[in-house]
């Protein structure tokens, strides 16, 4: 079996191609970093190791790529004969891969190539039909009508921290035990593409928010409590008693809004809790409580991961969520000098006073229960 996988950076390498390895794929990575791809070629192989007291180590063979910048049509070619198509390029660089995956399957088409499914594996929401929408936009009605009937576009959702890397070979990638690869099995065309360890999901917007909810959440908790008592690290912070618990008790009422809402088993999911926080205890992961809290504007919006919940738990329960409201004043008072966007908010609190802040960044009115109780705790 035959991927083409876009992107060869650490994601590529280290989560995607890996469990494609693992499933049986020959996998073929389309890059324009020449030294990587001149390596992949050279080597035909390179390790994954695991963050952990372990360091467990797993060689992935048989590999090779391509330069789409210098051979455009080995990637086009390699395209139309494959047997799974998947991107781990960033969300913004779906465009720029399109033209070429539209042109391979133009030659599947004159080929009379069988079903064959392209899963973008983004930190986006609908990554898929986003780059499904780029590559329509390069084919003619004849053409596009083949795509919509042969070629599957599922959305998935990924999840894998891949920490600072430092090691002495290119190609080698450190990445986090942990990993989940949730895809829409409602979107496939033929036959479901064999992945090991990937789950095929009916309702991926579910999952996509259990980890916007959970992962996402507690990540920004534990940064911005971390960052009000003085703590450097993610793995520090949450060693600390005290943050621990008050993520905890943010992850129990998110969890309660995800349970009543898609019907998760109460238990399995806070065992998925305990599973998070110990990814944030991980000491062999060095992040860095500043980076994981910065943009704060923008996670305090309206549907990002601290009000979007607060207000699903507020309308479902009638009570104000104290936990996450503790979270969101803490999120209030994040500063660092290296991120505008706490300047910026720094600035608007100074301005107008922090419930007028939050009111606005939040697109709630003054009066609102979560608007009040915030700026009492702030």
């Known amino acids: 079996?035959?991927?083409?996988?876009?992107?060869?950076?650490?994601?590529?390498?280290?989560?995607?191609?890996?469990?494609?390895?693992?499933?049986?794929?020959?996998?073929?990575?389309?890059?324009?970093?020449?030294?990587?791809?001149?390596?992949?070629?050279?080597?035909?192989?390179?390790?994954?190791?695991?963050?952990?007291?372990?360091?467990q180590e797993t060689v992935v063979e048989g590999v090779s790529g391509i330069n789409s910048q210098q051979s455009p049509d080995a990637a086009v070619e390699s395209i139309s004969t494959a047997d799974i198509v998947t991107t781990a390029v960033g969300p913004h660089i779906l465009k720029f891969v399109a033209p070429l995956i539209a042109e391979g399957l133009k030659k599947r088409k004159e080929i009379g190539g069988v079903a064959l499914n392209i899963i973008a594996?983004?930190?986006?929401?609908?990554?898929?039909?986003?780059?499904?929408?780029?590559?329509?936009?390069?084919?003619?009605?004849?053409?596009?009508?083949?795509v919509e009937e042969h070629i599957g576009f599922p959305n998935s959702a990924v999840d894998r921290i891949v920490p600072n890397q430092n090691n002495e070979r290119l190609l080698d990638v450190l990445v986090e035990p942990?990993?989940?690869?949730?895809?829409?099995?409602?979107?496939?065309?033929?036959?479901?593409?064999?992945?090991?360890?990937?789950?095929?999901?009916?309702?991926?917007?579910?999952?996509?928010?259990?980890?916007?909810?959970?992962?996402?959440?507690?990540?920004?908790?534990?940064?911005?409590?971390?960052?009000?008592?003085?703590?450097?690290?993610?793995?520090?912070?949450?060693?600390?008693?005290?943050?621990?618990?008050?993520?905890?008790?943010?992850?129990?009422?998110?969890?309660?809004?995800?349970?009543s809402k898609y019907g998760f088993d109460a238990d399995q999911h806070q065992t998925y809790i305990e599973k998070i926080i110990g990814r944030f205890a991980n000491p062999y992961i060095v992040d860095d409580v500043q980076r994981v809290g910065r943009a704060p504007i923008r996670k305090l919006g309206p549907k990002d991961r601290l009000v979007a919940p607060a207000l699903e738990f507020l309308n479902e329960f009638n009570e104000v969520p104290e936990n996450l409201v503790k979270i969101m004043a803490a999120a209030l008072q994040f500063v660092s000098e290296e991120d505008q966007e706490s300047l910026e908010l720094k600035q608007k609190i100074e301005e107008k006073g922090a419930a007028a802040a939050f009111s606005e960044i939040a697109g709630l009115a003054m009066d609102h229960p979560l608007v009040e109780k915030v700026a009492e705790k702030f």
């Open 1 to 55: 079996m035959k991927a083409i996988h876009f992107g060869a950076g650490n994601i590529g390498r280290g989560f995607i191609g890996l469990l494609l390895h693992q499933s049986g794929y020959s996998v073929k990575f389309v890059d324009v970093n020449e030294a990587l791809i001149d390596e992949l070629n050279k080597e035909k192989s390179y390790r994954v190791m695991l963050a952990n007291e372990e360091k």
């Open 121 to 146: 594996c983004e930190n986006m929401v609908g990554g898929s039909s986003e780059l499904k929408k780029h590559v329509l936009e390069k084919l003619n009605e004849e053409e596009q009508a083949w």
């Open 178 to 259: 942990f990993h989940e690869w949730v895809i829409d099995s409602t979107q496939i065309k033929g036959v479901q593409p064999k992945i090991e360890e990937a789950l095929f999901v009916e309702n991926l917007s579910a999952y996509i928010e259990r980890k916007l909810f959970t992962v996402n959440t507690g990540h920004a908790a534990t940064a911005y409590l971390g960052n009000l008592a003085g703590l450097n690290t993610i793995a520090e912070t949450i060693a600390n008693d005290n943050v621990k618990k008050d993520v905890l008790g943010t992850l129990g009422e998110t969890g309660k809004v995800l349970v």
